[in-house]
């Protein structure tokens, strides 16, 4: 199965939040109260019931001001830290096509996936204490439909379909955008964590951060040894314990008072002896 | 032969208090360690239940400990003799008795394994914390998450080492040592064999008929 992709393409998002809409109404997520930032943001994070947030920047350069948005939400990376992290079975599940979903039955509320994601994506519900995210629609994406936020997208900022495809459309976006005033636009697809099932169009793809992404994202080193080396060593270790006492036991028993006892004992002594150890 | 009180009532209970406590972090901790033990969780009533309960069971786990470091503190103290001890240490695991220089109340290997829960168990307190409230630590201080997940595994480990060594000498290497933390009283002899410095200094039991059989 060919792996889904979603292009947002931040050249050509004018910021109205048709994408937040469509997402709070497909997957029938209650209404979150907005915050006023004093910026065209409506909250200053996503949430649990809130998985698609238009994060907006300003920016200057030379004398002139922009308005970075970005699409915030899961990017479905290809090697997921959050996967990585999770103790409990089929509670985090990453799809034949690339798609990385949340199930809720599943999940424990370790918060383990909040360690392991490079995106600062996964959120606890404050009620429930499961972990909720960006779905990329796979409900929809089973039965042939777009993703929500891609149906309501009245730019095509927002487009949808094979990983070859939308990487396709990016490059040649690209193109464009160098010719006409951004020589370092850039599609962002961060190799640190196999790529991404959401790729992004940066008119400054040469500073992520300036849209709030991490420049070299990875599965962090720290989740990498505690389920890689330090896993196999503590299982090991674990396993040579319970070996250790059982060889042993077979090799030395159980202390015997009779035979292997102190000399005084040995000696005949029934009364303790006032010893001269305690130097 | 007269029976000597090892361990009082209140020091029984504690140490059933941390052992129930320390057994069901051990197996929910190994649940969430690994998905290959992940049915251990399944069996003591969900993933979920046991991700609910593990930190409140640490914090019992936490009280027993203080309460034996309270008590303890000062039996736990290294001296010249655990030095001597710990020299002879090799004839003691090979069961050479005969040529192990006498103990206290307790020897210098359970000194080294209280010691070794005590600073565990702090570590594994402190980090536990941040994983309790994982989400509620902010991004930029991302890295307390880290190092809560490798010192948390690092420190389960150290007592889990300590504590298989623990429960085998208790139960299998030590006669009556299970029998001593159970009901408190152990005999003369068993006291001059293992703990010869404390055996002469032990409170004796004035009722000593129960028992009586065991020396006879």
Redesign the interface.
């Known amino acids: 199965m060919p792996v889904v992709t979603k292009l947002i393409d931040t050249s050509t998002c004018i910021g109205c939040k048709a994408c937040e809409v469509a997402c709070q109404e497909w997957n029938d997520l209650p209404p979150e109260t907005t915050v006023q930032l004093g910026t065209y943001q409506t909250l200053p994070d996503m949430s649990a019931n809130f998985w698609n947030l238009i994060k907006f920047r300003e920016h200057e350069e030379n004398g002139a001001l922009q308005w970075l948005m970005r699409k915030d939400q899961c990017m479905h990376c290809a090697d997921p830290g959050c996967l990585a992290?999770c103790?409990?079975?089929g509670a985090i599940v990453q799809y034949t096509n690339g798609i990385v979903d949340f199930q809720q039955d599943?999940?424990?509320?370790?918060?383990?996936c909040?360690?392991g994601c490079p995106f600062?994506v996964p959120?606890?519900h404050t009620r429930t204490?499961r972990v909720y995210k960006c779905t990329l629609c796979v409900d929809r994406v089973a039965v042939g439909l777009q993703p929500a936020c891609v149906k309501a997208c009245p730019t095509s900022c927002l487009q949808f379909g094979t990983k070859d495809a939308m990487l396709d459309i990016a490059t040649k976006r690209v193109a464009q955008l160098q010719a006409n005033g951004f020589p370092n636009a850039a599609v962002y697809d961060p190799p640190g964590v196999g790529g991404t099932s959401v790729v992004t169009v940066l008119n400054h793809g040469d500073r992520p951060e300036l849209y709030g992404l991490p420049r070299d994202p990875s599965v962090?080193?720290?989740?990498r040894?505690?389920k890689g080396p330090?896993?196999w060593m503590?299982?090991l270790?674990?396993l040579g314990?319970?070996l250790?006492?059982f060889v042993?036991?077979v090799r030395?028993?159980?202390?015997?008072?009779e035979s292997?006892?102190?000399?005084?004992?040995?000696n005949g002594a029934t009364k303790?002896t006032e010893?001269t150890?305690?130097? | 032969m007269n029976r000597l009180l090892r361990y009082t009532f209140s020091e029984r209970l504690m140490h059933a208090l941390s052992a129930i406590s320390y057994v069901y972090l051990l197996l929910t901790g190994l649940a969430f360690w690994t998905p290959a033990f992940y049915w251990i969780a399944t069996v003591l009533g969900g993933g979920y239940l046991s991700r609910v309960l593990h930190p409140w069971i640490g914090l019992v786990f936490t009280i027993a400990v203080c309460w034996m470091l309270v008590t303890w503190r000062e039996d736990m103290r290294t001296t010249a003799d655990d030095r001597r001890w710990r020299k002879a240490m090799g004839h003691y695991m090979r069961n050479e008795d005969a040529l192990v220089p006498p103990a206290g109340r307790f020897n210098f290997g359970q000194k080294q394994f209280f010691w070794l829960m005590v600073v565990s168990g702090a570590a594994l307190l402190i980090s536990g914390i941040a994983l309790w409230f994982a989400a509620s630590i902010p991004r930029e201080l991302q890295v307390v998450r880290y190092l809560a997940v490798l010192v948390h595994a690092v420190a389960a480990l150290a007592t889990i080492g300590g504590i298989i060594i623990h429960i085998y000498m208790g139960i299998a290497v030590v006669p009556d040592g299970l029998h001593a933390i159970l009901h408190g009283d152990v005999s003369e002899r068993w006291a001059r064999h293992h703990h010869a410095l404390w055996a002469a200094q032990a409170p004796r039991i004035r009722t000593p008929d129960t028992h009586a059989d065991r020396d006879a």
């Open positions: 992290a103790p409990a079975p599943q999940c424990i509320g370790c918060g383990y909040i360690t600062d959120k606890i204490k962090p080193l720290a989740v040894i505690w330090l896993k503590g299982n270790a674990m314990g319970v250790g006492v042993h036991y030395f028993g159980r202390k015997d008072l292997s006892a102190p000399t005084d004992l040995k303790p010893k150890e305690n130097t």
